[in-house]
């Protein structure tokens, strides 16, 4: 994948590109590239979000359409604008959505939304911030979008300048993945982005003061499967 440096616009275009040409095997990858701990892991993501007054929680980088589900299964009523930068992967994904009419798929770019100001109570968002170079664009339109008190809850992988589990996890990141990526997609040079941006991706405290850099309140994280993955929850003042 080549861009021009520090051009975020080439850099979106060309992680479109990757991600629509493994849409045929996406949902399997995710489970078998995570021993099919995948589904937990939104579950769990779905969870920390907060329905309110607003009716509406926002599901950024929704892919095919996983969490946007898990969110309508667990908040009743809600309504779930579901944004993806790539339309081949919303296409995917309509064959899950079988008349939910509660979900709203939209194309769009995580770091210039197209939702008005406080217009969503909870923003979620699984294995995507990494994919931003300049994530303090993307956090000041969570923030735009959120009403006050609204929870910005960011699922992603942890950094893989960490050691975990004994480097276990690490070898497996750096060596099994971009195999068992490209033995089931064909594609290797997607699998080599994703142990890349992993590897070079910050690790959980200092992702939270990103957060609170960019005018979030009350952050906090959580990590899961010993940092494999780490949650983060972070709210808009009131």
């Known amino acids: 994948m080549t861009h021009p440096p520090g051009d975020p616009q080439a850099h979106g275009r060309a992680v479109a590109s990757m991600f629509g040409r493994i849409v045929p095997c996406y949902d ?6 995570s021993l099919g701990c995948d589904r937990l892991w939104r579950a769990r993501l779905a969870e920390a979000a907060r329905p309110g007054p607003t009716g509406r929680i926002l ?34 994904g309509q064959s899950k959505l079988r008349g939910q009419t509660r979900i709203l798929p939209i194309a769009g770019d995580a770091a210039c939304l197209p939702l008005p100001d406080a217009s969503v109570d909870s923003i979620t968002m699984a294995f995507g911030i990494r994919n931003i170079p300049a994530r303090h664009t993307a956090f000041a339109e969570m923030l735009r979008v959120l009403a006050p008190g609204g929870l910005a809850c960011i699922l992603e992988f942890g950094s893989g300048r960490e050691r975990i589990w004994g480097g276990v996890y690490n070898c497996y990141l750096n060596r099994l993945l971009p195999c068992l ?21 910050p690790d959980a405290a200092a992702l939270e003061r990103e957060l609170q850099g960019a005018g979030f309140t009350r952050t906090r994280f959580e990590r899961i499967f010993s940092g494999i993955v780490c949650l983060h929850v972070a709210e808009k003042a009131r």
């Open 28 to 33: 399997l990858l995710n489970r078998v590239l």
């Open 181 to 201: 990526g490209k033995l089931v997609s064909g594609d290797d040079g997607a699998y080599a982005y994703l142990v890349r941006t992993i590897r070079e991706f």
């Open 59 to 92: 599901d950024l980088a929704t892919g095919t359409f996983d969490v946007a589900l898990a969110l309508c299964a667990r908040y009743p009523g809600i309504l779930v604008p579901a944004v993806d930068f790539c339309l081949p992967m919303l296409h995917k």
